[in-house]
Every structure is written in C-alpha cells, then in structure tokens.
C-alpha cells in the first residue's frame, strides 16, 4: 500500500470489534516497527508492555480519558473496546528527556496496524498513579502513551477545517467526523 | 513497499548528493502526509517551512548541530549537505504545548521521503536564536524540529547493541553503524 493512502486510513479509531482478538505475535510485530525507527540521540529509551488478554484489557481500560470533545460519550461500551494495548514507558535509567521518541514509535506502530487490519488511538490523557498501581509498573518507568488497538467498527470522516473549529464531532449515523486544517494553512509563506 | 522495508530503509542520512535538487513539490507532498497524521486533541499547532533553494539551504545549514556521537566530523562537507529543508514550527496562538504531534508528524515525512529516493536527518540540536533570525521567524512560532533532506549517499548498518553502547559509529570504509537493542529489551514482561 501506498504510505499515502496508510496513512489516510491511520484514523483515530475509538469502538472496535470487541469479539476480534488482537494476537500477540501481532503486537510483537509492531514493536519491530518501533525498534528500528529513529530515536533522539539513537539513545531508545522507550519500552513497551503489551497486553491482548481480555482480563488486562479490562483493567487498563478505566484508566483512560476518552474523546474530550464528545462530552456525551463516556468511551466505547462494552463490546466495543479495545482488544490490546501497548503502553509506551519511558526508561529514566537511560535518560530523563524522552523528547519525541514516542510520537516518532507511535506513528510507526499505528500505521503498522493499519496494514494490518487492525486500528487504534494514541491516548496521553492518562489516570498515570492509578494504571502504575493496576499494573504494578515500577518508578523507573514514565507512562508516555498508551495505544488502545482493536479492529475498528466506526467510519471516520476527514472533513475540511471551517473557521477555526478543528473539535470532531458524531454525526446522526455515528460517522466521526474529524476536521483537518488545509495544506495553504499549513505551510508557511514568510 | 511493505511498511517493514520503508522503516528499515528510513535511516538518519547525514551525507547527500549536493548535485540532486529536493523538488518544492516533493517537500509540499510530504507535508500531506504530516497533514492527515494524528494530532492531540486534534488541535493541528503544527506549521512548516519549506526550503529547496541553494541559497536557502547554505543559509539554514551553520544552525544544525550535526551527530554528537562523531566528535571527529563536524557535519557533511560542501557538496553533500541538504539539498531540502522542512522546518516544523509550533504555533502558540493554536497552544502552549506540542505534545508529541512534532514526532508524529517527523516520522509520516520521513517515511514519505524514503518512499520518493530521499533521506535525512530529524535535528532537534539547533541554534534556534541564531535560525529565528536567519529566517526571521515570529515569536509566535516555536522552532521545534528541523528536517533536513536530500539523496542519501551514505551506508547505513544497523548493529545491535552491545553492552549498553548505543553510539552509532563509522567504519573505515564509512559505513555509518547504528546499534539498535533487541526486541527482547524493549517488550517489559512485569
């Protein structure tokens, strides 16, 4: 596939198909992804906890804010979320500074999982003490991100950004719809 | 190409083709990828420069500071620096904090070079006061990442850490060694 239309298809998935179960060779897979992408310094601080067990799955979930903009929706019901999660530590033995490590990872990882099949949502709205608690994940460790993954049961819709409103929004037939700025808004002219 | 093969092949070239020109409307392409990659809350702060001109391009290069590890090297010598600039701004009018979207975006551009025979290097060692006013770029933007492109024309070899060292080095025949660790370091089993 064409890294362009990959990456269009790299929406922010949030209500999967909670009977399809995320393997884990699968998230191994990924974490492939992450390993042999760039790092500041080359000094790859970041390490990954997987999780596809249905009984994880559900502990994690609680710990994660959903969709600030739809204040309405309180997050994917029950049957609808996520089958597998990869949280994103930062190693502070290795360095204190993680500058854009995990974004760099994330995006390797999000649109491996778009080839695929699968889909997802990179969530830094975290109850951090709370999921360190649940998973019992050590002080040395920094919670960076989690990636809520699953096979993606909503249609996502790229729409054009009207005044200044970039808030996505559900339409009446639950399409999600998320506003994306023009290219002219987006480079520059000095 | 398969994603595996384009991230593998996404290596930091530090050493170009100064003969091959970055087309302004490859460097434009590249920024519909960072467009239509993911964002926190959506909010889109990111803003992007774009420089292919030669002019341009010698006047960008004295604020990078080039690859801490090569004590030995200070940067691509005349006829195989950058040929392609693109400069990631944060727009504080938009927010305060870029999260990871720099790093997000960074890595949707790289891939995307890889894929159209370009390469680079994501520089976050800047002379930023020093590039501002090169540049004359507002304070309402924050200068957060340079890319620099062009044709790669060097080796690449990805090692694996030895030891705990990660300083990517070069061989007599410069070849340019990266150490990436294993994948059993990176996935934590709690």
Request: proline content about 8%; hydrophobic content about 45%; charged content about 20%.
């Given at each position: 596939m064409q890294l362009k239309d990959l990456i269009f298809r790299t929406r922010s998935y949030r209500r999967f198909d909670g009977a399809h179960n995320v393997s884990y060779p699968a998230l191994e897979s990924l974490i492939g992804l992450a390993r042999l992408s760039a790092s500041a310094a080359n000094r790859q601080p970041?390490?990954?906890?997987?999780?596809?067990?249905?009984?994880?799955?559900?502990?994690?979930?609680?710990?994660?804010?959903?969709?600030?903009?739809?204040?309405?929706?309180?997050?994917?019901?029950r049957?609808?979320?996520p089958t597998g999660y990869i949280i994103i530590l930062g190693d502070k033995s290795i360095t204190e500074s993680f500058s854009v490590d995990h974004g760099i990872a994330a995006q390797s990882i999000m649109l491996g999982a778009?080839?695929?099949?699968?889909?997802?949502?990179?969530?830094?709205s975290i109850k951090r003490e709370e999921l360190r608690k649940t998973l019992n994940i050590?002080?040395?460790?920094?919670?960076?991100?989690?990636?809520?993954?699953?096979?993606?049961?909503?249609?996502?819709i790229v729409d054009r950004v009207k005044g200044n409103d970039i808030k996505y929004w559900r339409d009446e037939k639950s399409n999600h719809h998320v506003p994306k700025r023009s290219l002219d808004e987006l480079i520059l002219k000095l």
């Open positions: 970041l390490k990954y906890l997987l999780y596809n067990e249905p009984e994880d799955c559900e502990m994690i979930f609680p710990s994660i804010a959903w969709a600030a903009y739809l204040t309405e929706w309180h997050g994917p019901i049957g609808e979320r778009t080839e695929i099949g699968l889909g997802g949502c990179m969530i830094a050590p002080d040395r460790f920094e919670i960076l991100l989690i990636l809520a993954l699953g096979k993606p049961v909503e249609n996502i």
